[in-house]
């Protein structure tokens, strides 16, 4: 099991002392590298809390996947993680909103970093919207499934089987969860969250139009016997999902630190192990052995996605968001030990 998080705890021994030079350098003071190094700390451990579901669920993706779009997704993947969202992700929001460019928003980061931190907060509305959305689709999607045959929570997830049925009925509850929660928002606030929702929910319609034209193509091509290598509409859908899981990790971050180096440390050491954690997952099969554990991850990002919509009106503690996940992640994991313990012969 060390060999799948070598690297990662290579990374955070890195990131860690970086983060003690950069706060001895701020500060000139012991207490202040401390200080620096703590929150990197915190950081890291909030970032896995928050993303554990989404290790699960880019396992499940991955083991569809072939060996080549697998590696590319754990590599460049994982660039676009840390330098995409946790850096240049919050350079662009507040470029945007300020109407400045990215050097400028870059050196207000530093120079500033409260106010980079208000115009972040100001960016909250349509970033809940964007993410909430697109994130309550990809949970819903997993339920809304007429084929569909385990269920962990019975009485609920039958249910929404049968309800499957009905065309998009996950994009009209998402529609209809945008609809009253921005009837609570101020009107300019309210039409940037409308606006933002529906985006998200575009482009999760597109990345699933993306993958089954993709899907639909290699089919042919294989019919036809060629040689073809799948993955790359999995690759574009879990860099999209990957992104959006970051939404509420880079807004709660600022809760402890308002500097985005000290930020993007610790988010990066965070991110690092759930690659590891995926990694692990998919080389041993994990949610194959436990049977509702990928129940439990779509779960929570049900509640993660819905926590993020309403968050753009009432403030959730981040402390809230991640042990919801980690109690449904826990309880699923629960579950599927006990029915191997029951029901030796499925596995």
Request: charged share 15%; with cysteine.
């Amino acid at each position: 099991m060390f060999k799948h998080f070598r690297i990662s705890i290579l990374f955070t021994l890195m990131c860690l002392a970086l983060g003690t030079w950069y706060g001895w350098s701020e500060s000139g003071s012991v207490a202040g590298a401390l200080r620096i190094l703590w929150i990197v700390s915190v950081l890291a451990v909030l970032e896995i809390s928050l993303s554990f579901d989404n290790a699960v669920v880019n396992a499940s993706v991955l083991e569809g996947m072939d060996e080549l779009w697998r590696k590319r997704f754990l590599t460049w993947g994982m660039v676009f993680a840390v330098y995409g969202m946790f850096i240049f992700f919050p350079l662009a929001i507040v470029a945007v909103a300020a109407g400045i460019g990215p050097v400028e928003a870059f050196r207000l980061s530093l120079s500033n970093p409260a106010q980079y931190e208000t115009i972040m907060h100001a960016a909250h509305p349509g970033i809940a919207g964007f993410g909430g959305a697109f994130l309550l689709l990809v949970g819903l999607k997993f339920f809304f499934d007429s084929d569909k045959e385990v269920h962990w929570i019975k009485v609920v997830e039958e249910q929404l089987t049968k309800f499957s049925v009905v065309p998009m009925v996950e994009t009209v509850v998402v529609l209809l969860t945008l609809w009253w929660v921005s009837s609570y928002l101020p009107e300019g606030v309210s039409w940037t969250y409308l606006v933002a929702g529906i985006l998200g929910i575009v482009t999760f319609l597109l990345v699933e139009a993306l993958g089954k034209f993709l899907e639909n193509r290699e089919t042919k091509l294989k019919a036809a016997g060629a040689i073809v290598r799948s993955g790359f509409g999995s690759f574009i859908y879990l860099n999209v999902l990957d992104a959006t899981f970051s939404f509420d990790g880079v807004i709660g971050a600022f809760a402890l630190s308002n500097n985005m180096i000290v930020i993007a440390l610790g988010l990066s050491i965070g991110a690092m192990f759930v690659r590891s954690l995926t990694l692990l997952m998919v080389k041993q099969g994990t949610l194959a052995e436990y049977r509702y554990l990928e129940h439990g991850a779509f779960w929570a990002i049900i509640a993660l996605g819905v926590i993020m919509l309403v968050s753009a009106h009432w403030e959730v503690p981040d402390t809230i968001t991640g042990l919801v996940g980690a109690v449904l992640i826990v309880a699923s994991l629960g579950w599927s030990i006990r029915h191997r313990k029951r029901h030796p012969e499925h596995y």
